[in-house]
């Protein structure tokens, strides 16, 4: 079911700000513009990119 970015940035106790940017990027695969608003699907996972320090490859680097 879809809800509105604002609702799914709040249940998963994110800024709207910050999911609006994420649209923008691409980062969700269910997002939809409907005229002005975007909605995504409720089930789909709040996925953070970013690379941790136990990643292999900050290891890699810092060898």
Not at 28 to 42: L, N, P
Not at 45 to 59: A, L, Q, V
Request: with cysteine.
């Amino acid at each position: 079911m879809l809800i509105s970015l604002k609702e799914y940035c709040l249940k998963h106790g994110k800024d709207p700000a910050t999911g609006r940017q994420r649209v923008a990027r691409g980062a969700f695969k269910t997002a939809v513009k409907m005229g002005r608003d975007w909605f995504i699907e409720e089930d789909e996972p709040w996925i953070d990119y970013r690379m941790g320090t136990n990643s292999k490859r900050w290891k890699k680097d810092k060898e």
